[in-house]
């Protein structure tokens, strides 16, 4: 019996390497069990007939609080990490997001701060990033109210833009801002942080996903990635490694401060990638 309302469900796009159907039909034979033991919901696999390796993970989930549990549940990580090493996966439908308002993770300080916002206090920061050449630089910046949501839908470059006025590039003085959004709708931002050594500087996207993993996080959707340039500032050759091998074939949306600079796929961005599937 379907014990979803019908109306939550999430879609996944499974293109399983040759060779490896087999593996990937016990994969989600467990993952359908799980799915009911657990009343997560239910789960199917629905082959695309015109690409027998094509396959659409779909998941009807009870409500939303069983969709989250299933997303922090780590028998469902592992399984998920099974499938990572087989296929590539590519979330279309994503029908746990929050409506109103959505998670940002906030480190206990910037939970402070903002309680402080909401009292009326006026918090300034210093802008360290960009000592020469910066408009803003020598001044101090009002941190505008948050704003998280553009016309209902989560607004992801938003939080990228908030997150790349923290970024500390004392060294390069190129900020970048990142967010990342997991399939339950949370929004996990990062900025570059540079380092005296240069080497151990690590950048916005990985401190991002990094976050992310550390707070229970193991599938996402979409990342957007935010620098004050003309020209969109795509992930660099670590990053793209790094969101493939934890996020599979993320949309990549590029801003700039004050406009968008377009939508990319992570698989066309790092084409012929090399990940745990070939090991
Ligand atoms: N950087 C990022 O954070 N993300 C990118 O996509 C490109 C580069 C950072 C790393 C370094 O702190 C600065 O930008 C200049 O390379």
């Known amino acids: 019996m379907d014990s979803s309302d019908g109306r939550r469900l999430s879609v996944s796009l499974v293109e399983v390497m040759p060779g490896r159907e087999a593996e990937f039909l016990t994969i989600s034979t467990d993952f359908e069990a799980l799915m009911v033991r657990k009343e997560y919901g239910r789960a199917e696999m629905i082959r695309d007939e015109a690409h027998p390796m094509r396959f659409y993970a779909v998941r009807y989930w009870t409500d939303a609080t069983a969709a989250e549990r299933c997303h922090r549940d780590t028998e469902v990580h592992a399984i998920t990490a099974q499938l990572y090493q087989i296929a590539r996966v590519t979330h279309l439908v994503n029908g746990v997001r929050r409506n109103a308002p959505i998670r940002l ?16 206090l006026d918090r300034r920061v210093k802008d360290v990033g960009r000592p020469e050449g910066d408009r803003r630089a020598h001044r101090e910046r009002r941190i505008g109210p948050r704003r998280v949501r553009d016309g209902g839908d ?17 060294f390069s003085h190129f900020k970048v801002g990142a967010a990342l959004e997991a399939v339950d709708g949370t929004v996990i931002t990062g900025c570059n942080i540079e380092n005296a050594t240069y080497g151990l500087t690590m950048c916005a996207e990985r401190v991002a996903l990094y976050k992310a993993l550390s707070e229970g996080h193991r599938a996402f959707t979409r990342i957007a990635i935010v620098a004050d340039t003309e ?15 934890f996020g599979g074939n993320l949309e990549i949306q590029l801003a700039n401060l004050n406009e968008e600079k ?18």
């Open 154 to 170: 989560i607004d992801l470059v938003g939080a990228a833009r908030r997150a790349r006025e923290r970024a500390d590039a004392a």
């Open 105 to 120: 993770l906030l480190d206990e300080r910037r939970a402070r701060v903002e309680a402080d916002r909401r009292t009326g």
């Open 262 to 279: 377009g939508t990319h796929q992570l698989k066309n961005l790092l084409p012929l990638p090399f990940d745990a599937r070939l090991l």
């Open 231 to 245: 020209a969109p500032t795509p992930p660099c050759g670590a990053c793209r490694q790094i969101l493939w091998e």
